[in-house]
């Protein structure tokens, strides 16, 4: 069964707070105003940059996110300090979708 995943309308553009390394399991942003207030959901960090990862954000303790690297096709990597975080969908999103729609059995 597909995993929910959730989304914001309000969600506020925010930067991290520290570098991360490759390898790093959580992040801490400035702020997460407007963030789902329930995971998982989606970040762009380093949005709109040849280094952009999407991340899913698992769990929330203020503004340090446990995260899942490299989510639908990107690479981890490392990102620096001020690094620009979105909350986004990606293409999985619309794929998920799209198969549920086209499926013939086992739908609602």
């Known amino acids: 069964m597909p995993v929910n ?9 925010t930067t991290l707070s520290g570098s991360i ?17 329930t995971t998982p959901y989606t970040l762009a960090v380093d949005f709109d940059t040849p280094t ?3 991340v ?3 769990a929330v303790a203020g503004t340090t996110l446990t995260v899942t690297r490299a989510i639908d096709g990107t690479s981890a990597q490392s990102h620096s300090l001020g690094a620009a ?10 794929a998920e979708f799209q198969t549920h729609q086209a499926a ?5």
């Open 5 to 13: 995943r959730y989304y914001s309308s309000v969600a506020q553009p």
């Open 21 to 37: 390394s490759a390898g790093a399991t959580s992040i801490t942003v400035v702020a997460a105003t407007g963030f789902p207030s």
């Open 52 to 54: 952009e990862e999407l």
């Open 56 to 58: 899913e954000v698992t």
């Open 85 to 94: 975080v979105r909350h986004v969908v990606s293409a999985r999103d619309f």
């Open 104 to 108: 013939t059995s086992a739908t609602h």
